[in-house]
């Protein structure tokens, strides 16, 4: 079973040497403790408060070849796990512009995969440019998808992760105390509705009037919650993880087999692993999992139900 470590971190404002130094041991110590994966927090470099920190993201944020990640590769490396980064982001064909993002390193120290968040909150969108992609990362574990603090509200980010194979979705986040009843009801609900491990880790720590208060949870493919640290305070919560649980959950729970015939075309550009949906899907006749459908007219150019 895949454990993954969840660190529960308080940033140094504005100075990513320090928060970085700060995370190399906790990588290390992941990694003794027989991890297969550490995720910080979102924007655990710089901090997020972006009345102080917006101003100056542009000399903050950095490539995925600057010092930040380059440490980081290192680190995993060396304790041999994956690290979930979430760092303010420039990439190579949009320089000067900065995505709020997350980078996926993998045990050899490469850089896996990136993440965009999408749904940008309050203030990001005067500072960052949203994400447009939903991609999947394969692991020596299983199929993760990520998705960063405000993406979590909208029910279609983590449902086209799960679309696409994701069996853990990973959700780094500086999600603000006052907020605090939204994550006990979004951590869950995402969970249930897609069958799906969601993993979110916290920010704590207080910004000027920005406070967020951890509360790091996991939550298992019925969205109960297998873990959480309960005390506002820093930390680290090690969990360990069953799959399996995916498939007896999806077999019976089968939220994403059930879905209505209409909703299965509401995401046209994405393609499900598992073929729930393939667009388009001539071949879904053929396809037993689809059985309670092979009566159905196909749906039309306009995409209505006959």
């Known amino acids: 079973m895949p454990k993954i470590t969840l660190a529960q971190f308080e940033s140094k404002l504005c100075d990513p040497p320090a928060n970085v130094v700060k995370a190399i041991p906790m990588i290390r110590q992941a990694g003794l403790d027989g991890s297969d994966m550490i995720m910080f927090p979102e924007m655990f470099t710089t901090g997020y408060e972006l009345s102080i920190v917006g101003p100056r993201i542009t000399e903050l944020a950095e490539p995925v070849n600057g010092p930040t990640i380059t440490a980081l590769r290192e680190a995993a490396k060396q304790a041999g796990v994956?690290?979930?980064?979430?760092?303010?982001l420039y990439h190579d064909d949009r320089p000067g512009v900065p995505f709020n993002s997350a980078v996926l390193i993998d045990r050899e120290?490469?850089?896996?995969g990136v993440y965009d968040k999408q749904h940008l909150w309050a203030l990001e969108r005067f500072y960052f440019r949203g994400g447009n992609g939903t991609p999947v990362f394969q692991t020596d574990f299983g199929t993760i998808g990520i998705m960063i603090c405000y993406d979590m509200g909208y029910p279609e980010v983590a449902r086209m992760l799960a679309l696409q194979g994701a069996q853990i979705v990973l959700c780094p986040s500086a999600w603000c105390e006052p907020d605090h009843d939204v994550w006990d009801i979004n951590v869950p609900a995402r969970a249930l509705e897609n069958t799906v491990f969601l993993c979110a880790?916290?920010?704590?720590?207080?910004?000027?009037?920005?406070?967020m208060g951890g509360h790091s949870k996991v939550?298992?493919?019925?969205?109960?919650?297998v873990a959480e640290l309960p005390d506002e305070g820093e930390g680290v919560?090690?969990?360990e993880i069953d799959l399996a649980d995916v498939v007896s959950n999806r077999q019976t729970s089968p939220y994403l087999r059930d879905r209505s015939y209409t909703a299965r075309y509401c995401c046209p550009d994405v393609k499900c692993r598992d073929r729930i949906i393939v667009f388009p899907s001539k071949e879904e006749d053929d396809d037993p999992a689809l059985v309670s459908y092979k009566?159905?007219?196909?749906i039309s150019s306009s995409r209505s139900v006959p």
């Open 82 to 88: 994956y690290v979930v980064a979430p760092i303010a």
């Open 109 to 112: 120290g490469n850089v896996a």
């Open 201 to 211: 880790v916290n920010r704590y720590g207080r910004e000027q009037d920005l406070y």
């Open 219 to 225: 939550c298992d493919p019925r969205g109960r919650v």
């Open 237 to 239: 919560l090690n969990v």
């Open 295 to 298: 009566n159905r007219k196909y």
